[in-house]
Structure formats: structure tokens, C-alpha cells
């Protein structure tokens, strides 16, 4: 058993030098050696999804971190997991999913400025998806009546069209709204630029 468990540490304590070097995928494959040793292992998977996360794979990020959130009950490694369960989901878009995770690391850890920032980052991205999802499928219905207004009229081929300065205007005001969006955008993502430079994530732990 004291073998297992030299073993175990020796690849967990490789892992985090080449981590620390910025080798992500030889830590990856290091931690992986280690939970194939103890797969119960906390660190060992905590390190493997900050690994992976650092990779861009995000998905699998979010998969180990799911798993290691049941059944917890140290606050500490609860708070870290479910911090970077939320930037997983996070950098996947999934913002709704982020800005639970980042509730429940709060719960475990009120006071961590990181998560703080990080959640209410997330709710203006969601807001931001939101008003971008509305102005498709205004646009889309806009399209649907166009078109239909465009169709040729055999029944009455005098039908009154609408004017052309009318619909230029119409097109004239859609850019301006557009060109007010990307400036209104453009403003936001500064603002949250000058508080912080990135999204904040919990670096592998080499103790909890």
C-alpha cells in the first residue's frame, strides 16, 4: 500500500512541476498515471481537470469537475471545484451553467473575489447571448415579411409597394441600430478589461 502511494505522489509531484512549466499535456498525462494508481485520488483528478482546462478542453473539464462535486463535503476543494466547473462552462458558452457553478462556489467560499468577479462576468455575457438571440430572430422575422411583401402580387398587379426612400430608411435605421450596438459592445468589454485582464482559474493543488 506504501508503495501505491509513493508511486502515486511521485507522478502527482511531476505533474505539477511540468504544470508549472506550462507542459499541460505531459501533466496530463502524469495525473493520469496517478488516479490509474488511486482513482480516488482528490488531488489527483483536481489537477487532471486544471490540466485539461488548460488545454482548451473544456468539455472534459467540465465532466471531471461534475463528478468530483458529488459527494464532497470539504468546503475548500468545494469552493475550487465548482470555480472551475464554472469557467468551463464558461469558455464553452454556457453561461446559464456558469453562473450556477460560480453560486456554489460561493456558498463554500463567500469571500473569494475571484469567483465574485467571474459571476457577474458570466451574467453579462448571458445578457449579452440573450439580447443577441432576440435580434436574430427579430431579424428573421423581419426577412419573413419582406419577402412576403416581395412576392409578385398576380391578383393585383397594381398593388400599392411601399416607397423606396421607405425602405431605405428603414435599412438606414437597422445600421445605425447596429453600428450603436457594437459601439454600446465595444464599451462594455472595455470597462471589463480595465477590472481585470482575464477570467480567473483555481491552479492545480498540491494540498487541500
Same mark, same amino acid.
Given at each position: ?43 489527483? /483528478? ?46 464553452? #458558452? ?28 458570466? @451574467? ?10 432576440? /435580434? ?7 426577412? #419573413? ?5 416581395? /412576392? ?13 426612400? /421607405?425602405?431605405?430608411?428603414? @435599412? ?25 485582464? @482575464? ?10
Amino acid at each position: 500500500m506504501v508503495v501505491y502511494s509513493q508511486k502515486e505522489n511521485k507522478f502527482l509531484r511531476q505533474g505539477n512541476n511540468r504544470y508549472d512549466q506550462g507542459n499541460y499535456k505531459e501533466a496530463e498525462k502524469d495525473y493520469r498515471k496517478a488516479l490509474e494508481i488511486n482513482r480516488e485520488s482528490l488531488r489527483g /483528478q483536481f489537477n487532471l481537470g486544471t490540466a485539461v482546462y488548460q488545454e482548451k478542453n473544456y468539455e472534459e473539464a467540465s465532466k471531471i469537475y461534475e463528478n468530483l462535486s458529488v459527494g464532497k463535503n470539504n468546503p475548500s476543494a468545494l469552493a475550487g471545484i465548482y470555480h472551475n466547473l464554472g469557467n468551463s462552462y464558461l469558455e464553452a #458558452k454556457q453561461y446559464e451553467k456558469s453562473i450556477d457553478a460560480y453560486k456554489k462556489s460561493l456558498v463554500h467560499n463567500p469571500k473569494d473575489l475571484d469567483t465574485k468577479y467571474n459571476l457577474e462576468y458570466a @451574467k453579462m455575457l448571458l445578457r449579452k447571448q440573450q439580447q443577441q438571440q432576440q /435580434q436574430q430572430k427579430d431579424k428573421n422575422e423581419q426577412n #419573413k415579411e419582406q419577402q412576403k411583401e416581395e /412576392q409578385p402580387q398576380n391578383q393585383d398587379k397594381n398593388q400599392q409597394q411601399p416607397p423606396k426612400d /421607405q425602405k431605405k430608411l428603414s @435599412k438606414d435605421d437597422a445600421e445605425r441600430m447596429l453600428e450603436a450596438l457594437k459601439n454600446d459592445e465595444k464599451k462594455t468589454m472595455e470597462k471589463v478589461k480595465k477590472q481585470k485582464a @482575464k477570467v480567473q482559474v483555481f491552479g492545480i493543488e498540491k494540498d487541500w
